[in-house]
Nanobody, 127 residues
Framework: QVQLVESGGGSVQAGGSLRLSCAASGRTFSSYNMGWFRQAPGKEREFVAAIRWIAVIKYYTDSVKGRFTISRDNAKNTVYLQMNSLEPEDTAVYYC????????????????????WGQGTQVTVSS
Protein backbone atom coordinates (compact mmCIF):
# COMPACT_ATOMS: atom_id res chain seq x y z
CA GLN A 1 0.00 0.00 0.00
CA VAL A 2 1.39 3.38 -1.01
CA GLN A 3 1.13 6.25 1.42
CA LEU A 4 1.65 9.90 0.54
CA VAL A 5 1.85 12.53 3.26
CA GLU A 6 1.93 16.23 2.37
CA SER A 7 3.23 18.99 4.59
CA GLY A 8 4.27 22.60 4.32
CA GLY A 9 0.97 24.33 3.68
CA GLY A 10 -0.05 27.48 5.49
CA SER A 11 -1.16 31.06 5.16
CA VAL A 12 0.92 33.72 3.46
CA GLN A 13 0.45 37.13 1.95
CA ALA A 14 0.52 37.70 -1.78
CA GLY A 15 4.06 37.66 -3.09
CA GLY A 16 5.20 35.22 -0.43
CA SER A 17 6.58 31.71 -0.75
CA LEU A 18 5.87 28.24 0.56
CA ARG A 19 7.47 24.86 -0.03
CA LEU A 20 5.28 21.81 0.01
CA SER A 21 6.70 18.37 0.67
CA CYS A 22 5.22 14.96 -0.02
CA ALA A 23 6.78 11.93 1.64
CA ALA A 24 6.06 8.59 -0.03
CA SER A 25 6.25 5.08 1.27
CA GLY A 26 5.16 1.63 0.19
CA ARG A 27 6.82 1.04 -3.17
CA THR A 28 9.88 2.00 -5.22
CA PHE A 29 9.43 5.75 -5.27
CA SER A 30 12.15 6.36 -7.85
CA SER A 31 10.29 4.39 -10.53
CA TYR A 32 7.15 6.53 -10.59
CA ASN A 33 6.22 9.93 -11.92
CA MET A 34 4.84 12.27 -9.26
CA GLY A 35 2.37 15.10 -9.58
CA TRP A 36 0.82 17.97 -7.67
CA PHE A 37 -2.81 18.96 -8.05
CA ARG A 38 -4.95 21.55 -6.29
CA GLN A 39 -8.58 22.19 -5.58
CA ALA A 40 -9.89 25.65 -4.84
CA PRO A 41 -13.23 26.16 -3.05
CA GLY A 42 -16.12 25.46 -5.41
CA LYS A 43 -13.86 24.34 -8.23
CA GLU A 44 -12.72 21.08 -9.77
CA ARG A 45 -9.35 19.65 -8.84
CA GLU A 46 -6.74 20.76 -11.36
CA PHE A 47 -3.26 19.75 -12.41
CA VAL A 48 -0.41 21.95 -11.16
CA ALA A 49 2.91 20.23 -11.88
CA ALA A 50 4.48 16.85 -12.50
CA ILE A 51 7.96 15.40 -12.57
CA ARG A 52 9.17 12.33 -14.39
CA TRP A 53 10.55 9.41 -12.44
CA ILE A 54 14.11 10.21 -13.56
CA ALA A 55 13.46 13.91 -12.81
CA VAL A 56 14.71 15.13 -16.16
CA ILE A 57 11.30 16.19 -17.43
CA LYS A 58 8.98 18.53 -15.55
CA TYR A 59 5.67 19.94 -16.64
CA TYR A 60 3.60 22.84 -15.28
CA THR A 61 0.21 24.30 -15.87
CA ASP A 62 0.47 27.71 -17.51
CA SER A 63 -0.71 29.70 -14.50
CA VAL A 64 2.22 28.61 -12.33
CA LYS A 65 5.06 28.59 -14.87
CA GLY A 66 7.95 30.72 -13.70
CA ARG A 67 6.63 30.80 -10.13
CA PHE A 68 6.45 27.16 -9.02
CA THR A 69 9.19 24.53 -9.18
CA ILE A 70 8.68 20.81 -8.74
CA SER A 71 11.59 18.63 -7.66
CA ARG A 72 12.22 15.26 -6.11
CA ASP A 73 14.77 13.58 -3.91
CA ASN A 74 14.62 9.87 -4.63
CA ALA A 75 16.98 9.10 -1.76
CA LYS A 76 14.42 10.62 0.61
CA ASN A 77 11.32 9.36 -1.23
CA THR A 78 10.06 12.93 -1.29
CA VAL A 79 8.69 15.29 -3.91
CA TYR A 80 8.59 19.04 -3.39
CA LEU A 81 6.70 22.00 -4.76
CA GLN A 82 8.44 25.33 -4.27
CA MET A 83 5.88 28.09 -4.69
CA ASN A 84 7.08 31.67 -5.12
CA SER A 85 5.27 34.92 -5.91
CA LEU A 86 2.08 33.43 -4.56
CA GLU A 87 -1.20 34.99 -5.60
CA PRO A 88 -4.65 34.85 -3.97
CA GLU A 89 -5.72 32.69 -6.92
CA ASP A 90 -3.29 30.01 -5.70
CA THR A 91 -5.44 29.46 -2.60
CA ALA A 92 -6.46 25.79 -2.60
CA VAL A 93 -5.92 22.41 -1.05
CA TYR A 94 -2.83 20.94 -2.65
CA TYR A 95 -2.52 17.20 -3.24
CA CYS A 96 0.43 15.11 -4.29
CA UNK A 97 -0.18 12.02 -6.37
CA UNK A 98 1.74 9.01 -7.60
CA UNK A 99 1.50 7.61 -11.13
CA UNK A 100 -0.18 4.24 -11.49
CA UNK A 101 2.46 2.97 -13.95
CA UNK A 102 6.18 2.55 -13.29
CA UNK A 103 8.66 4.29 -15.60
CA UNK A 104 5.93 5.69 -17.82
CA UNK A 105 7.09 7.61 -20.89
CA UNK A 106 6.12 11.24 -20.74
CA UNK A 107 4.62 13.17 -17.85
CA UNK A 108 0.93 12.59 -17.09
CA UNK A 109 -1.32 15.52 -16.26
CA UNK A 110 -4.69 13.78 -15.95
CA UNK A 111 -6.05 12.64 -12.62
CA UNK A 112 -6.87 9.18 -13.93
CA UNK A 113 -3.18 8.54 -14.57
CA UNK A 114 -2.49 8.81 -10.85
CA UNK A 115 -3.36 5.96 -8.53
CA UNK A 116 -2.38 7.17 -5.08
CA TRP A 117 -3.17 10.50 -3.43
CA GLY A 118 -2.19 12.29 -0.28
CA GLN A 119 -4.64 13.81 2.14
CA GLY A 120 -3.98 17.35 0.97
CA THR A 121 -2.51 20.44 2.57
CA GLN A 122 -4.18 23.85 2.68
CA VAL A 123 -2.51 26.86 1.10
CA THR A 124 -4.12 30.24 1.71
CA VAL A 125 -2.83 33.40 0.07
CA SER A 126 -4.21 36.72 1.23
CA SER A 127 -4.09 39.97 -0.71
Amino acid sequence: QVQLVESGGGSVQAGGSLRLSCAASGRTFSSYNMGWFRQAPGKEREFVAAIRWIAVIKYYTDSVKGRFTISRDNAKNTVYLQMNSLEPEDTAVYYCAADRLPKRNGVPTAEYDYEYWGQGTQVTVSS
